[in-house]
């Protein structure tokens, strides 16, 4: 049974920084790219950061590029989003998912297959 457990959220003040971690469990890890996404009250789900399957590419929507960096630890199975700079428009929550690295389009959640039960992020102005 494929698991993904997300941790890290909270509450910070705009400035601050957090760290979202996504642990992975029955699945072979470096088999998947993985993904953040994110969704606002109101909001459609949106694409935030990815990473293919050994971390040499990276993709960042628009609105996090030199904030945001998302890094992996196959060795933990583990998926890292660093978040700083946060801003109240961050404000959501977080979710990681796994898609099967030949067939993922990685802004495109509908090629994940995989997804965390998400973690709220809130940053207070």
């Known amino acids: 049974q494929v698991q993904l457990v997300e941790s890290g959220g909270g509450l910070v003040q705009a400035g601050g920084s957090l760290r979202l971690s996504c642990a992975a469990s029955?699945?072979?890890?470096?088999?998947?790219?993985m993904g953040w996404f994110r969704q606002a009250p109101g909001k459609e789900r949106e694409f935030v950061a990815a990473?293919?399957?050994?971390?040499?590419?990276?993709y960042y929507t628009d609105s996090v590029k030199g904030r945001f960096t998302i890094s992996r630890d196959n060795a933990k199975n583990t998926v890292y989003l660093q978040m700083n700079s946060l801003k109240p428009e961050d404000t959501a929550v977080y979710y990681c998912?796994?898609?099967?690295?030949?067939?993922?389009?990685?802004?495109?959640?509908?090629?994940?297959?995989?997804w965390g039960q998400g973690t709220q992020v809130t940053v207070s102005s």
């Open positions: 998912a796994a898609g099967v690295s030949f067939r993922v389009r990685y802004s495109d959640s509908g090629t994940y297959g995989y």
């Open positions: 990473i293919s399957w050994g971390g040499g590419s990276k």
């Open positions: 029955g699945l072979t890890f470096a088999n998947y790219a």
